[in-house]
């Protein structure tokens, strides 16, 4: 296939894909069968911890919410699965890459987690204040938090006139606060401090983004 008609390529199925940037097309792709094995696993892993949460810990105490966090990550494995599956093609390419290998709060998040909004975010923030990277990493997680309240805050307020704003603004202002501090002084740590560093970050503060609104679409109560 020459240039032009990749090109083509890239456009037609840029419009009929779950991808919000055409950077997302020069990642890797992977095989339709990788993608149903992907979508196999993750799919009766969410299903396995959604329904052992409701048998043995519903409702559930900010705490024990702690212990379901990596339902997150089946979760969106599991939507990205669907979202390659409905929309396959040869430019198809997962929506994480290896986030559970991530060495670093820094390679987490700017290289392993949800490489699709990555792209996306890279796109809309790259004119924002060139050689300032504290600018440009706040205006990414202000939007991160910003799409994220939409997304679910919002939807719930609209149901059940209960308000739940802020929450997912205050979970990505604490990572960008937890990253800033990753890049200026955490990076000189020995790689397992680094690490634990890393886990500590997302999910302490977790309660914050699995909140009533998102535990209620899971189907979870909380006390």
């Given at each position: 296939?020459?240039?032009?008609?990749?090109?083509?390529?890239?456009?037609?199925?840029?419009?009929?894909?779950?991808?919000l940037?055409?950077?997302?097309?020069?990642?890797?792709?992977?095989?339709?069968?990788?993608?149903?094995?992907?979508?196999?696993?993750?799919?009766?892993?969410?299903?396995?911890?959604?329904?052992?949460?409701?048998?043995?810990?519903?409702?559930?105490?900010?705490?024990?919410?702690?212990?379901?966090?990596?339902?997150?990550?089946?979760?969106?494995?599991?939507?990205?699965?669907?979202?390659?599956?409905?929309?396959?093609?040869?430019?198809?390419?997962?929506?994480?890459?290896?986030?559970?290998?991530?060495?670093?709060?820094?390679?987490?998040?700017?290289?392993?987690?949800?490489?699709?909004?990555?792209?996306?975010?890279?796109?809309?923030?790259?004119?924002?204040?060139?050689?300032?990277?504290?600018?440009?990493?706040?205006a990414?997680?202000?939007?991160?938090?910003?799409?994220?309240?939409?997304?679910?805050?919002?939807?719930?307020?609209?149901?059940?006139?209960?308000?739940?704003?802020?929450?997912?603004?205050?979970?990505?202002?604490?990572?960008?606060?937890?990253l800033?501090?990753?890049?200026?002084?955490?990076?000189?740590?020995?790689?397992?401090?680094?690490?634990?560093?890393?886990?500590?970050?997302?999910?302490?503060?977790?309660?914050?983004?699995?909140?009533?609104?998102?535990?209620?679409?899971?189907?979870?109560?909380?006390?």
């Amino acid at each position: 296939m020459n240039a032009p008609e990749k090109r083509r390529s890239q456009k037609s199925a840029f419009i009929f894909s779950p991808y919000l940037s055409f950077r997302s097309f020069s990642h890797r792709p992977i095989p339709v069968s990788t993608v149903l094995i992907k979508l196999i696993i993750f799919s009766s892993l969410t299903a396995i911890s959604l329904l052992l949460a409701s048998r043995y810990l519903s409702p559930l105490s900010t705490f024990e919410i702690l212990f379901i966090s990596p339902i997150i990550y089946f979760f969106t494995e599991t939507m990205g699965a669907i979202g390659q599956g409905l929309f396959s093609n040869e430019l198809s390419h997962p929506i994480h890459r290896s986030p559970l290998k991530s060495t670093s709060l820094s390679r987490f998040w700017g290289h392993d987690w949800n490489i699709w909004i990555q792209d996306w975010l890279r796109d809309i923030t790259k004119n924002i204040n060139r050689g300032h990277s504290s600018s440009r990493l706040i205006a990414i997680f202000v939007l991160s938090g910003f799409f994220h309240e939409i997304m679910c805050n919002l939807p719930y307020w609209v149901m059940y006139r209960k308000s739940y704003f802020g929450t997912m603004m205050g979970y990505f202002i604490f990572q960008a606060m937890a990253l800033w501090i990753d890049k200026k002084y955490i990076k000189h740590w020995p790689h397992l401090w680094r690490r634990l560093y890393l886990w500590v970050a997302v999910v302490v503060p977790s309660p914050l983004f699995i909140n009533v609104p998102v535990l209620t679409f899971l189907g979870l109560g909380h006390e």
